[in-house]
Structures are given as structure tokens and as C-alpha cells.
């Protein structure tokens, strides 16, 4: 992921499946998508460049939502929604540029090392340097 997009090592998504968005973001007219690698796309705000989402064409039940976009009432807001909204529970899927103590400290879920045209690694077949 491309820290120029977030201002973090981390981006930070909201995983979610299309039908939890009341309206969908393809109706909004400023809401643009561009094909980032075979059936990748990014989901950009066409006044402003700011990158919203990321979605696959062979898993659509789901959908990634970059976290900072969302309303900062949800974000910092009270109640259960907004802890849960702040608490990673993931982890960083693509390690080829892991930064060792630092963004490969979450854990949970499967861990990738890359995407080629021959499919996507595991991080445990990766070869050591």
C-alpha cells in the first residue's frame, strides 16, 4: 500500500460488504474507479484524488474501505461503535516490505508476501534473503 495515500506505514481499512453502505458509492458522482492490476480496483474521490476503497473483482462480497474517510463522528464518537471502528483486529496482509517490529505486529488472519500473475503467496512460502 502506498503510504502517500494514507500518511501512515499502515493503512487503516474498514473491511465491509457492499450491502452495510445505506447508499452505494458508485451513485455518488465525485466517486471514481481506475483498474490498479487485473481485476484490482481503487476507489478515489474524482475532485479532491482522496483514495476511499479497494475492491477485488473475483471476491465481491466484500469490500475495503479506507478507515479515514468515514465521518470523524463515527471515528471518536461514543458508544461501541467507534471503540470498535479504532481497534485493529487484522493484520498487515502484504509483507513483502514489512518493516520488521513495527507494521508486522498485528496479528491475525492470513499474511501474504505477494500477488503475481501465478497467484497470491503466503507469507510462509516466502524464501528467506
Known amino acids: 500500500m502506498c503510504r502517500k495515500w494514507t500518511p501512515s506505514l499502515v493503512a487503516q481499512f474498514l473491511v465491509i460488504?457492499?450491502?452495510?453502505?445505506?447508499?452505494?458509492?458508485?451513485?455518488f458522482l465525485t466517486f471514481k474507479e481506475y483498474i490498479s492490476?487485473?481485476?484490482?480496483?481503487?476507489g478515489f474521490c474524482g475532485d479532491c484524488g482522496?483514495?476511499?476503497?479497494?475492491?477485488?473483482?473475483d471476491?465481491?462480497?466484500?469490500?475495503?474501505?479506507?478507515?479515514?474517510?468515514?465521518?470523524?463522528?463515527?471515528?471518536?464518537?461514543?458508544?461501541v461503535?467507534?471503540?470498535?471502528?479504532?481497534?485493529?483486529?487484522?493484520?498487515?496482509?502484504?509483507?513483502?516490505?514489512?518493516?520488521?517490529?513495527?507494521?508486522d505486529v498485528l496479528e491475525g488472519g492470513k499474511k501474504y508476501s505477494e500477488e503475481g500473475p501465478d497467484g497470491i503467496r503466503e507469507a510462509n512460502d516466502m524464501v528467506a534473503p
Open 17 to 27: 460488504s457492499p450491502k452495510q453502505i445505506s447508499t452505494a458509492l458508485n451513485t
Open 37 to 42: 492490476s487485473p481485476g484490482r480496483f481503487r
Open 50 to 57: 482522496t483514495s476511499i476503497a479497494w475492491r477485488s473483482a
Open 59 to 79: 471476491y465481491t462480497p466484500i469490500f475495503d474501505l479506507y478507515l479515514g474517510t468515514l465521518d470523524e463522528k463515527y471515528l471518536v464518537g461514543d458508544g
Open 81 to 103: 461503535v467507534a471503540k470498535t471502528l479504532a481497534t485493529p483486529n487484522g493484520t498487515q496482509y502484504w509483507l513483502q516490505n514489512a518493516i520488521h517490529g513495527v507494521t
